[in-house]
């Protein structure tokens, strides 16, 4: 069973911190994505990776940063955070082959940025 | 560009009664669309995908390419199908991003 693990649940930053979001899988895959979640604008993707030291924005990158230094770890950065960055954020996997499998993702980030 | 819509933000019906949660989508090529569910305090998981063409918990949904929509459909529904529903579309080429649509919540009433 391919485990997403987000090292956080709940995360409390003030305006202005630097915030760091982690990801682990841990069944090589080699595609990994961080997505934000808000009512009523669905997911929307921040970036994305394809493999080790390789990254790609994705629609929303702005404010955001990422490192994919190991295959199985994926990181969020939040350079300066902000009130309006305040969301659900989501990391999911999937390998390269067999494309219909779909994507495997953590439990989730709940971040507030006060 | 890849666009995915849900025109409904809210869904209630009740149980036994007929499910259609719908969902349209934009893309120039031929798409993988999937449907991804998300249980109260569980994380998203996948549903369906269209090219298994299964039915998981009742649920069916057909690509209609003329229509270019993937609804999502259960002849009655249950009180423990209470959630959110998120279509997406991946596309062909690198890592098969998916976009997901902004998604449905549903309701089940007893």
């Known amino acids: 069973d391919v485990k997403v693990t987000q090292s956080s649940r709940y995360l409390v930053k003030r305006t202005g911190e630097k915030v760091f979001l982690e990801c682990v899988q841990d069944?090589?895959?080699?595609?990994m994505f961080w997505y934000r979640q808000d009512p009523g604008l669905g997911l929307r993707l921040i970036y994305f990776s394809y493999d080790v030291k390789m990254k790609e924005k994705g629609d929303i990158p702005e404010g955001y940063s990422v490192s994919r230094e190991k295959k199985e770890r994926f990181s969020l950065i939040l350079e300066s955070a902000s009130t309006n960055q305040t969301s659900m954020y989501l990391c999911?996997?999937?390998?390269?082959?067999?494309?219909?499998?779909?994507?495997?993702f953590g439990s989730g980030t709940r971040l507030t940025v006060v | 560009a890849q666009r995915v819509t849900q025109p409904e933000k809210l869904l209630s019906v009740f149980k036994g009664a007929p499910v259609e949660l719908k969902c349209n989508y934009s893309y120039s090529g031929s798409p993988e669309l999937f449907w991804y569910v998300q249980y109260s305090r569980q994380r998203l998981q996948l549903l369906l995908r269209h090219i298994s063409r299964e039915s998981i918990k009742g649920f069916t949904a057909d690509l209609n390419k003329g229509e270019t929509s993937f609804h999502l459909k259960k002849p009655f529904a249950q009180e423990e199908d209470s959630a959110m529903y998120y279509c997406a579309l991946s596309g062909l080429s690198g890592a098969q991003k998916l976009v997901f649509g902004q998604g449905t919540r549903l309701t089940i009433n007893p």
């Open positions: 999911a996997s999937k390998r390269n082959r067999g494309r219909e499998h779909g994507y495997t």
């Open positions: 069944m090589d895959h080699e595609n």
